[in-house]
Each structure stands twice: as C-alpha cells, then as structure tokens.
Nanobody
Framework: QVQLVESGGGLVQAGGSLRLSCAASETILRINGMGWYRQAPGKQRELVATITAGGSTNYADSVKGRFTISRDNAKNSVYLQMNSLKPEDTAVYYC??????????????WGQGTQVTVSS
C-alpha cells in the first residue's frame, strides 16, 4: 500500500506560481510512475503531468511550458512547479502513484488532494 500526502496548494493571482508537493510513504524508486491529476468542479479528473521511475516526463498540452514535474528520491517526494498560472488551472490537484506487482497487477493510489485557486 502506498500512501500519498499532497501539500502546497493555495490562492494565487493569475500569472503567479505555486509548488505542489507529494510525499510518499515508501521509496518512490519502487513506484513505476507518479503523476499529478486535477479536477475542476463539474469536470472529470484529467492528467496534468507524469514522471516514471526512470525519470521520463509527460505533460498535458494545456500545461506544457508552464508546469514542471520533478522528484526527490531521498525525500520520497514528487513536486509540481506551476508557473504562469491561469484561472483555468483552478482545481483540486491529486498526486497519483502507479505500481505493478505480479500478485495484484497494476495498482493505483491517490492522495487526498490540494486546492489550487487562481484568481483573475
């Protein structure tokens, strides 16, 4: 079981920046992939960015060039640096971890979410 705790959300003005943190309960080197998703009111949860155990990253088109996902293996943490924030970035942001185990197959874990609000 992987436990994830997000932090760093808040209220910022358009054009501002925030850095989200996700602390995992175990070494992230054992997690196949981690990522950030977000869900705005009335909308489905969408992928924002992912990072694999090998360090490969992927971003949604809507955040490319503005957001950066990174990790700190020593701290068992993944981060999302968000720059040039727009009101449409307003959502609850969730940390996600994906693991594979031969006994259970692929498993998905989620944090509790952290609110990001961008004012115009």
């Amino acid at each position: 079981q992987v436990q994830l705790v997000e932090s760093g959300g808040g209220l910022v003005q358009a054009g501002g920046s925030l850095r989200l943190s996700c602390a995992a309960s175990e070494t992230i080197l054992r997690i196949n992939g981690m990522g950030w998703y977000r869900q705005a009111p009335g909308k489905q949860r969408e992928l924002v960015a992912t990072i694999t155990a090998g360090g490969s990253t992927n971003y949604a088109d809507s955040v490319k060039g503005r957001f950066t996902i990174s990790r700190d293996n020593a701290k068992n943490s993944v981060y999302l640096q968000m720059n040039s924030l727009k009101p449409e970035d307003t959502a609850v942001y969730y940390c996600n971890a994906k693991t594979y185990d031969w006994r259970t197959g692929w498993n998905d874990y989620w944090g509790q979410g952290t609110q990001v609000t961008v004012s115009s």
